[in-house]
C-alpha cells in the first residue's frame, strides 16, 4: 500500500503552518493537554486514518484511538482521537480532518462504484485515470486503492494509450492500423491500447491485432456489437470502456461483458462530512 514520509506529510502541514498558530500562541495555555475527536457525519468508508495518526504523532501527540483504513464507518462513529498540548492539537486539528474528508470520501464513493458493478458483472475491473487533482497524486490514488479500484493509467511513462490525437500524424487510419504490428515489435512487453469511438474503427483495430481495445463515449449498442465480435473472433482481446462514467451508471455498462470501466468521477466527488470536538483532559 502506497505510505507517505515524514517530510511528505509535514510539507503538508506547511501549507497551514508556516510559521506559528497566531491564534492558540495569543492565548498562552500550551502547559494545557487537550483531546482531539473526529467523528464522521455520514456512512462512509475509512481512508488515510494512518496518515493523520503519523502527523499527530510527528507534533508529539498520542493516537488513543483509530479506525484503519478500509473499515466501515457509520454516521456519527468516532475515527481518530489522539491527545497533546492545547496548542498543538490547534495547529494540525484542521490538516488531520482534512486528509480524513478527502480521502475517505474518494474511497466511499469508490467502494460504492465497485460494489454496484460487481452485482452484474464481478469480472469487470473499476480503474482510474491519470486525472487526479493537482499536487495530489499521491492521496488520490492510496484513496482509491483503498475503495477497491485499481489503476487505468499513473502516468505517460508507464502504459501505452493511443488516443484519436495520435493519429494526426498518419495519413489515415490504416496507415495507423498497419503501424501496430510494429509497435508489438519494438514493446514486446507492452499490452497496445488504442481508444475509438466507432464500431467501424474498432473492427478495424481488432482485425489488426490492437491488445486492449478503450471505448469512449461509445454508445450501449455499438458497445454489444464490439464486445459480440471480441467473444467470437478475438478472446484474447480486452474491452474498457471510458467517457462519462460514474457511480450512477456504472452499472449499466458492466452489464455489457466489458473488462473494465474506466472512470475520473471519484476525483470530483467532494469531501465527507466530518465533524470534531476538542476538550480539556482531567
Known amino acids: 500500500m502506497i505510505s507517505f514520509t515524514d517530510n511528505e506529510l509535514l510539507n503538508l502541514l506547511k501549507d497551514d503552518l508556516?510559521?506559528?498558530?497566531?491564534?492558540?500562541?495569543?492565548?498562552?495555555?500550551?502547559?494545557?493537554?487537550a483531546k482531539l475527536d473526529i467523528f464522521t457525519r455520514e456512512d462512509i468508508?475509512?481512508?488515510c486514518s494512518e496518515d493523520s495518526c503519523q502527523i499527530a504523532k510527528l507534533m508529539n501527540c498520542e493516537v488513543?484511538?483509530?479506525?484503519?483504513?478500509?473499515?466501515?464507518?457509520?454516521?456519527?462513529?468516532?475515527?481518530?482521537?489522539?491527545?497533546?498540548?492545547?496548542?498543538?492539537?490547534?495547529?494540525?486539528?484542521?490538516?488531520?480532518?482534512?486528509?480524513l474528508e478527502?480521502?475517505?470520501?474518494?474511497?466511499?464513493y469508490t467502494a460504492n462504484m465497485k460494489r454496484n458493478i460487481d452485482e452484474v458483472n464481478p469480472n469487470c475491473q473499476l480503474?482510474?485515470?491519470?486525472?487526479?487533482?493537482?499536487?495530489?497524486?499521491?492521496?488520490c490514488i492510496k484513496s482509491i486503492l483503498n475503495g477497491g479500484a485499481n489503476v487505468h493509467r499513473l502516468n505517460l511513462s508507464e502504459t501505452i494509450l493511443f488516443f484519436p490525437n495520435h493519429r494526426i500524424v498518419y495519413n489515415d487510419n490504416f496507415e495507423f492500423y498497419n503501424e501496430i504490428k510494429n509497435f508489438k515489435i519494438i514493446m514486446p512487453e507492452k499490452k497496445i491500447v488504442i481508444e475509438s469511438s466507432s464500431f467501424e474503427?474498432?473492427?478495424?483495430?481488432?482485425k489488426f491485432g490492437v491488445d486492449v481495445?478503450?471505448?469512449?463515449?461509445?454508445?450501449?449498442?455499438?458497445?454489444?456489437?464490439?464486445?459480440?465480435?471480441?467473444d467470437q473472433s478475438y478472446k484474447d482481446v480486452r474491452v474498457i470502456c471510458s467517457?462519462?462514467?460514474?457511480?450512477?451508471?456504472?452499472?449499466?455498462?458492466?452489464?455489457?461483458?466489458?473488462?473494465?470501466?474506466?472512470?475520473?468521477?471519484?476525483y470530483s466527488c467532494g469531501m465527507a462530512d466530518f465533524g470534531s470536538k476538542i476538550s480539556i483532559c482531567e
Open 243 to 266: 467517457g462519462g462514467i460514474n457511480i450512477n451508471n456504472a452499472k449499466e455498462y458492466a452489464c455489457l461483458g466489458i473488462d473494465a470501466i474506466v472512470t475520473s468521477a471519484m
Open 45 to 47: 468508508l475509512v481512508s
Open 201 to 206: 474503427d474498432s473492427k478495424n483495430l481488432l
Open 127 to 139: 480503474l482510474t485515470t491519470r486525472k487526479t487533482y493537482p499536487f495530489a497524486k499521491k492521496i
Open 213 to 230: 481495445l478503450q471505448l469512449d463515449k461509445m454508445n450501449i449498442e455499438d458497445i454489444k456489437k464490439v464486445v459480440e465480435l471480441r
Open 102 to 108: 478527502y480521502s475517505s470520501k474518494i474511497s466511499t
Open 64 to 99: 488513543i484511538y483509530y479506525l484503519p483504513s478500509k473499515t466501515l464507518a457509520s454516521k456519527g462513529e468516532l475515527v481518530l482521537s489522539f491527545i497533546g498540548t492545547y496548542e498543538n492539537i490547534h495547529k494540525i486539528w484542521r490538516t488531520t480532518q482534512l486528509i
Open 18 to 33: 508556516p510559521y506559528l498558530d497566531l491564534t492558540t500562541s495569543l492565548q498562552e495555555k500550551n502547559n494545557i493537554k
